[in-house]
């Protein structure tokens, strides 16, 4: 079946611009994670989101970070203002639901802030 | 220190050679332990799913989780040139999974 789908695949944005990045889930799966991972470095959690309950933030580096789900469905991560120090692979994760559930990657979306 | 810590490698190795691959880890609340495959420019796929310590194979591959020592490994028996990833395990107790940083494995011809 379809696996964890991610669009852009690339995206080159000048500094200060905004960009929004998109996540497909698994179908049926209630847990959608969105990672980043910068060049060398482990994943990084940014922000969970399980159902109809409020989503988790404790991992957003700041408030130009903020990311929203419709349902269980698509999930939007969106970026203002961004800066170099964003440039990173973005990488969403959904589950069956449930911290502990094992999690299945899309591909990513390279973000090159220039 | 980190949470979880990872040899970032690289380690190179003969094709057919056994790999040990390891992760140690500080908290004492992770319970649930997971090794993932990672090729260049794709997202992480899941190797291997660990609840309990001791011994969990598939195919080729053994995941050893020893709690007591908050050390877990993955074992890769007659590794192939197609093994050639980065290995990230990664842990989890409850409020999120964190990963380690991985190691690159190059399996040599």
């Known amino acids: 079946g379809a696996g964890v789908s991610q669009s852009p695949s690339n995206k080159v944005t000048e500094k200060g611009k905004d960009v929004e990045l998109r996540c497909d889930p698994i179908?049926?799966?209630?847990?959608l994670y969105w990672y980043r991972q910068r060049l060398g470095q482990g994943l990084e959690f940014l922000i969970y989101?399980?159902?109809?309950?409020?989503?988790?933030k404790s991992g957003l580096p700041s408030d130009r970070f903020s990311a929203e789900r419709t349902g269980e469905s698509v999930s939007t991560l969106t970026i203002q203002r961004t800066q170099q120090e964003d440039s990173a692979v973005y990488l969403c994760?959904?589950?069956?639901?449930?911290?502990?559930?094992?999690?299945?990657f899309g591909d990513g979306t390279r973000l090159s802030i220039l | 220190q980190k949470e979880v810590e990872q040899d970032p490698g690289p380690l190179s190795v003969p094709e057919g050679a056994i790999v040990s691959l390891n992760c140690t880890y500080s908290?004492?609340?992770?319970?649930?332990f997971m090794w993932y495959r990672q090729y260049s420019r794709k997202g992480p796929e899941l190797l291997m799913y660990t609840y309990s310590s001791g011994n969990k194979e598939d195919g080729r591959f053994t995941a050893q989780v020893d709690k007591s020592s908050k050390y877990i490994s993955l074992f890769i028996r007659d590794s192939q040139p197609s093994d050639s990833a980065t290995y990230l395990c990664a842990m989890s107790g409850g409020n999120k999974l964190t990963f380690g940083t991985g190691t690159q494995l190059k399996v040599e011809l």
């Open positions: 989101f399980q159902g109809n309950s409020a989503p988790d």
């Open positions: 908290n004492s609340a992770f319970q649930y």
């Open positions: 179908s049926g799966h209630t847990a």
């Open positions: 994760a959904s589950s069956l639901g449930g911290r502990h559930e094992p999690q299945h």
